[in-house]
């Protein structure tokens, strides 16, 4: 038998284990991520409720959203008409009316100088329209940027 350790009064065979045994961590945060795998979904649906009926209920029709482009040149038009700056707000509430929940889609120049689309953004703000989104087109794929490329890509002569 060793002598007890120094000091302790503990033999060798009763120190205490220094090592944290993890296992049973990992399985409880095992368990704990696949609960809320499932419950996550669950918390964002609404709750389903059996609506009253009502013989003057319409659907609300789908609007168009309202398009204000920014020119290069700092030229801004709703639709395809040109309108000065101090007139946009007008111009835009004489389409929609009072319904500043309508979208409004700017769609800046790659050239046009920041700061006229970001005026046109707070402008539109000011003026109490909360839905404005940003107009961009996608990129190509890279398999069509080749063919753009070479332009007999595709068996034509050019």
Same mark, same amino acid.
């Given at each position: 038998?060793?002598?007890?350790?120094?000091?302790?009064?503990?033999?060798?065979?009763?120190?205490?284990?220094?090592?944290?045994?993890?296992?049973?961590?990992?399985?409880?945060?095992?368990?704990?991520?696949?609960?809320?795998?499932?419950?996550?979904?669950?918390?964002?649906?609404?709750?389903?409720?059996?609506?009253?009926?009502?013989?003057?209920?319409?659907?609300?029709?789908?609007?168009?959203?309202?398009? $204000?482009? #920014?020119?290069? *040149?700092?030229?801004? =038009?709703? /639709?395809?008409?040109?309108?000065?700056? +101090?007139? %946009?707000?007008?111009?835009?509430?004489?389409?929609?009316?009072?319904?500043?929940?309508?979208? $409004?889609? #700017?769609?800046? *120049?790659?050239?046009? =100088?920041? /700061?006229?689309?970001?005026?046109?953004? +707070?402008? %539109?703000?000011?003026?109490?329209?909360?839905?404005?989104?940003?107009?961009?087109?996608?990129?190509?794929?890279?398999?069509?940027?080749?063919?753009? =490329?070479?332009?007999?890509?595709?068996?034509?002569?050019?």
């Amino acid at each position: 038998m060793k002598p007890p350790i120094r000091g302790l009064g503990i033999s060798s065979r009763h120190r205490p284990l220094s090592e944290i045994n993890v296992t049973p961590l990992v399985d409880v945060m095992l368990v704990l991520l696949v609960v809320f795998m499932i419950t996550a979904p669950m918390l964002t649906a609404g709750i389903k409720v059996d609506l009253p009926r009502a013989t003057t209920a319409r659907p609300l029709a789908p609007s168009e959203p309202v398009a $204000v482009t #920014v020119a290069r *040149d700092g030229v801004i =038009a709703v /639709g395809r008409e040109e309108v000065p700056r +101090d007139a %946009l707000i007008a111009r835009i509430r004489e389409l929609v009316g009072d319904d500043t929940t309508r979208s $409004v889609h #700017v769609r800046g *120049d790659r050239g046009a =100088a920041y /700061g006229e689309v970001v005026g046109v953004i +707070d402008l %539109l703000a000011s003026a109490g329209f909360n839905h404005i989104a940003l107009v961009s087109q996608s990129r190509e794929l890279p398999s069509a940027r080749s063919d753009a =490329a070479n332009p007999g890509s595709d068996g034509r002569t050019p």
